[in-house]
């Protein structure tokens, strides 16, 4: 495993922190004891081991230097912080998690720290990242695959969550982001779709 940079951690450890502000979590282990970086064009990945009596956790993200904002880099350090603390939060509250929770919840984060979360407050820029994040999303799975599948749809899913936040008063988005966080996969496609 090679070891992270110092930008790279800093970047980890406030996306982290941003995470369970913004969803109003306990803290989850410090996620840079479980990082390491990939190899060279390798995308994040979050590795799983569940045992029945204990989840145990790998993280590997690009090992670039990363600046924030929608670039690909910073958006793999976020995908992979969500994905780490969304598990580790299912685990200490004793819920299942599923492969789709987690890119949908991925996905939604995505748009929280972009465009909500000390983003913009312009209606176009808001508009404009929704249309970056999710219309112009690019997919290495083909359709036809179970991951393809599960890409798109959780994609498609937080696309419409995502669009029914505009226009909503912070309070009114938060408290809908953190019921949301906390559903199961049922209430979560169900939230979604009432969009």
Known sequence: MKPLGRRTRAALRRIQRRIEHYYALESAPDVVMFASAGTEG???VLLVRDDGHAVEMALRVPGDAPRAGPNDVWLQLLEGVSHFVYLAERVR??????QLELELQAEVDKF??????????????????????????TFLDPPDTEAGERYRLAN???????????????????????????????????????A
């Not at 509250?93 to 599923?98: E, N």
């Not at 000390?118 to 219309?135: K, N, V």
């Not at 969550?161 to 979560?188: I, T």
């Open 93 to 98: 509250t004793g819920l299942p998690a599923t």
């Open 156 to 194: 498609q899913l937080a696309a419409r969550l995502s669009a029914r936040l505009a226009g909503r008063g912070d309070g009114e988005v938060r408290a809908l982001l953190r019921r949301f966080y906390r559903a199961g996969q049922a209430e979560k496609i169900a939230l979604a779709r009432a």
């Open 42 to 44: 390798e995308r994040e």
């Open 112 to 137: 929280v720290f972009l465009a909500l979360d000390g983003g913009t407050d312009a209606r176009g820029e808001t508009e404009s990242l929704h249309h970056r994040i999710f219309e112009q999303a």
